[in-house]
């Protein structure tokens, strides 16, 4: 059976009720900041959480390793995927084309786990379970797997008006869900083929219907860089180009978080070809299933668009974000091409009084 944090903690000679956290107070100058549950923790002054396994490495110690046995995911997704017929039905009415058809479930109203003979236990250890009784009611249901396919949790998206559009499992011993991505189809690290990634399970499944290979990151503000590490392929980032219209100018939210992680992964592998595509802004349409849908998932359409849209990290930080220290974040460290020079030093320009510092990353 599968120990407690606090059982780990103590078993490792800490106690779990003054913890600080070595992230944000490594000196232990505040207060202890580190709260632990039972499966999870959360530091309340940096805001890192995340599992079991999350916490003892954070904190620099060991999982007994007897105490972790492979936890098996698949019971339970076996469970909602007898229900699938009606995570099809719900795509069609979201606008998805019929021939989308990937691995799915559905959770439907009430407890869909305990229903096909599952365990309160395994229903708590696999994150699933709420005061109420099970997590996903009137849900379709995603699997999130790692990279060699084990399943390590779920996202589940209402099929109704709900106050939570989206809900993951909560983490498990695998972690929380965001520390994975999300992909509808066999990811292979290597490939000449460019490798798409994109923000959620939504555009995830959108570029699938075009019979793109593609990684859904949930959320845009801490990527998981590590995995996108291993990479042996080309990667296109294409991320939703909402833009906000500012008194000086415009800027969209997830670009300007997204291109300063790209970049920092282009520096730790300069090998690794990063492209970005910048959508088309047409009528309303703001991420990669809008545009798919509005031209009809007409894959020629699609193909000119994105032509006209890839962007090099530099050149599309110039163009999406605004404020000159997220700007600079994004492209320090980059080569940048005559071209690109020219464009930064314009916008740069306009924005008078930034020149120097600038100058200061560059000379
Ligand atoms: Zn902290």
New binding site residues.
Partial sequence: MLPDLPELLKANGESHKRLH?P???PGKQHGA??KIYRRAFK?F??N?SGGILDCLELLGLKAPQQSFPSFDMLPLWRAYQQHDSLAKEWSVSRGYPTELDVDWGYAPEGNTLRSAGIDRKTIELAGLASEKGELFSNRVVFPVKNFRGKIVGFQARAVEDSPVKWLASKPNIYGSIDKYFYFPQQVNLKSTEPLFLCEGVTDALALKVLGIEVLGSFGIQRLPLDLLLQLERPLVAVYDCDYQDFSCGERTKSWQYVLPQLAWLQRQRPDLKISCWKLPTISGATDCFDVCKYYNWHAESLYAHYQRGLRSIPTLAVETIHDLQTLLEAIAGLTITELESQAIEAKVLTHGGWLKTLSDYFL
Wanted: net charge positive; proline share 0%.
């Fill in positions: 956290c992230k944000c107070d900041s580190l530091c002054r940096c890192i």
